[in-house]
């Protein structure tokens, strides 16, 4: 464990969370995380208008998902020692900024620079759950982190058929236009409802980073989770970068159904509240053997699914596969915040960074499995993953 003993943070206000609270959090992060998954159906107008080759117009979404990644590491451990109302509508100002620079991009160059802007400050989204965690009583701590990572996974859900609609009637830039009046709403929001939370910081931002590499390198419980939710996550994305690909070629959906079929599968969300009591209630580690064979078992089906031609089935696969990541991933946190209360921004930058970087490499075998072996591949790597993660839970 770090050399970092818990400390009391007596400048937390301790009054309670009250449900509106929660459900605003909960659609102000899920509004905030769609931000870096607009940008990716709508790759091929945005690379045409400003003229990006076929090598840079990966970077539509590759540069955001970078923002993110950077944001993770080296801003989200900032709610560790600064004010945490003051640092959440900062980032929510910021991606408000990045947001309008994208509308306003006259070129490739601008585009992509505010694109990197909005990932970094989308990451307000990680700082609000921690937050949100302090001022839920400990028994009912599971269930109000599965409320908001509820809203979270909407949010990645639905952001997609969002940008896929407006981005077919009213072009690419439409979708952000939008977002920039939602993000608006969203910080009015969050200056009214939340309040100050000012940690008992005792070190500079350079100790803070250390700290934070000092807790994964030495947090077991921590590390331990971070790997279980890490491969969870590559599977999601391994599943939704060969999904599509699938889609069109086996039952010959347009952008439109492919939309529709990212809307059904935004069902897996229902789970979040769930697995938030469960893990109140003690019974985390049953849970998390179930998310890791139950997406095994789903992977296995949507394999099936293609051979009967069954949209049905793909959609009740996606949608298993869906609630069991984000079943693993209320219970993990639950857990990790547990470690220590003054370190909690560290933890959370620590292990989903982890969860980050393994969902980037997820999508890289998306797309090498279903190209060099078809879905039976992709879906078969998921599977597998999966019970290969659930072996090494077994060794608890």
């Not at 935004?266 to 139950?294: H, W």
């Not at 998306?366 to 072996?373: A, C, I, K, P, Q």
């Amino acid at each position: 464990m770090p050399a970092h003993p818990p400390t009391a943070d007596t400048k937390v206000q301790k009054a309670a969370i009250t449900p509106l609270q929660i459900g605003l959090c909960a659609v102000a992060c899920g509004v905030t995380v769609a931000n870096i998954y607009y940008a990716q159906p709508l790759i091929e107008p945005i690379s045409a208008e400003f003229g990006l080759s076929a090598n840079l117009a990966g970077l539509i979404v590759t540069i955001t998902q970078l923002g993110y990644g950077a944001g993770l590491f080296f801003l989200v451990c900032l709610g560790d020692l600064l004010e945490n109302r003051r640092l959440i509508l900062s980032m929510t100002a910021l991606t408000i900024l990045g947001l309008i620079g994208i509308v306003l991009s006259p070129d490739g160059g601008v585009f992509l620079l505010f694109s990197f802007l909005l990932g970094m400050a989308s990451v307000g989204t990680q700082m609000l759950v921690p937050f949100v965690s302090f001022l839920a009583p400990p028994e009912t701590r599971g269930r109000v982190i599965g409320n908001i990572m509820g809203g979270l996974l909407t949010g990645i859900m639905l952001s997609r058929p969002a940008a896929s609609f407006l981005g077919a009637h009213f072009g690419w830039r439409a979708i952000f236009v939008v977002s920039i009046l939602v993000m608006a709403a969203t910080f009015a929001v969050l200056w009214r409802i939340l309040p100050e939370r000012r940690p008992e910081a005792r070190m500079g931002y350079p100790a803070l980073l250390g700290s934070t590499l000092d807790w994964l390198r030495t947090a077991r419980p921590l590390q331990r989770r971070a790997v279980y939710q890490g491969v969870m996550f590559a599977v999601f994305n391994l599943f939704w970068t060969a999904g599509p690909l699938m889609l069109h070629a086996r039952f010959g959906l347009g952008q439109d159904g492919i939309a529709l079929f990212a809307l059904a599968g935004a069902g897996g969300a229902i789970a979040a509240p769930i697995a938030g009591r469960i893990a109140d209630r003690g019974a985390g580690s049953m849970a998390t053997g179930i998310a890791m064979l139950g997406a095994a078992a789903a992977f296995v089906l949507s394999g099936f699914g293609t051979v009967w031609g069954s949209l049905a089935v793909l959609v009740l696969a996606v949608v298993v596969i869906d609630a069991m990541v984000q079943t693993n991933q209320i219970v993990s946190q639950r857990i990790i915040y547990a470690l220590d209360d003054a370190a909690r921004g560290r933890i959370n930058s620590a292990f989903m960074t982890v969860v980050f970087l393994s969902g980037a490499i997820g999508s890289i075998l998306g797309s090498l499995s279903y190209v060099d072996g078809g879905w039976w591949m992709t879906a078969g790597l998921g599977a597998v993953l999966c019970v290969a993660v659930w072996l090494f839970f077994r060794t608890e």
